[in-house]
Nanobody
């Protein structure tokens, strides 16, 4: 089993920044990636950013590229999502997820999910 703990959500004005973190614990040898998904009311879940823990390869969705940066501290099994130039459309519940996956933004590949942290951006 793997447990995920998220932190760092909150409310911010448009143009502002937030930093999310997600720490995995437990059987971490069974995971190879930590990914952030988000879901806004009435919208489908969207993959936002992913980072592979061993090689450090990272991916961002087109909607956040050049604004969001994902990084990781491999020793701490923690991924960070630095979100800059936030827009109102970034408002959503953000979830981190992990597992042993091949496709970073394919949600059904993820076995473990965090409880989510709310990000609200006001214009």
């Amino acid at each position: 089993q793997v447990q995920l703990v998220e932190s760092g959500g909150g409310s911010v004005q448009a143009g502002g920044s937030l930093n999310l973190s997600c720490t995995a614990s437990g059987n971490t040898v069974s995971i190879n990636v930590i990914t952030w998904f988000r879901q806004a009311p009435g919208k489908e879940r969207e993959g936002v950013a992913a980072i592979f823990l061993r090689g450090g390869n990272s991916y961002q969705s087109d909607s956040v590229k050049d604004r969001f940066t994902i990084s990781r501290d491999r020793a701490k099994n923690t991924a960070y999502l630095q979100m800059d130039s936030l827009k109102s459309e970034d408002t959503a519940m953000y979830y981190c997820a992990t597992g042993w996956v091949n496709a970073a933004f394919q949600a059904d590949q993820y076995k473990y999910w965090g409880k989510g942290t709310q990000v609200t951006v006001s214009s």
